[in-house]
């Protein structure tokens, strides 16, 4: 065997290693998207149909869906995470993904939500419902209730 030959399978154990954890990890790890809106709130709609098509162009987001105005349960939740990013939201939608946190809705605000998500496909992110509770599992909540 000689010295090329070595370098090459060499190369190409290493190429192996670096593919398969990431591929392992990109199967099984969902970006979890946090979005808080109000019934009848126009911004949210609007960022409603953008955060579906954003499911569906990434399809390892997870999008928990969680109304606040007619469900207090939903709005406690709200309050109890944005104080824990440090923040003081004046109404919503309230979008929250990895360790970022967006008020409002604009096409500028949708760009910066899937640069994010784009980034979190590459690495791994924290869940945002972990800032409150750490030790469990995140919120499965998707229909609003």
């Not at 946090?34 to 953008?50: K, L, N, S």
């Not at 824990?84 to 605000?109: C, L, M």
Request: proline share 6%; aromatic share 14%; net charge negative.
């Amino acid at each position: 065997m000689n010295f090329q030959n070595i370098i090459l399978r060499f190369a190409i154990i290493s190429f192996i290693l670096a593919v398969i954890p990431f591929s392992a990890y990109s199967e099984n790890q969902k970006t979890v998207i946090y979005f808080f809106w109000g019934d009848g709130c126009p911004h949210c709609a609007e960022e409603e149909v953008f955060l579906q098509e954003l499911k569906v162009k990434y399809p390892g987001i997870e999008i928990v869906e969680l109304e606040t105005w007619y469900h207090p349960a939903n709005a406690k939740i709200y309050q109890d995470l944005v104080k824990a990013y440090n923040i003081n939201p004046t109404g919503v939608p309230g979008t929250f993904v990895n360790d970022k946190v967006w008020i409002g809705y604009s096409s500028e605000i949708g760009s910066q939500i899937e640069d994010e998500v784009i980034s979190c496909q590459a690495r791994a992110c924290v869940n945002p419902i972990n800032k409150l509770y750490p030790s469990s599992q995140e919120l499965n909540n998707s229909d609003g209730n």
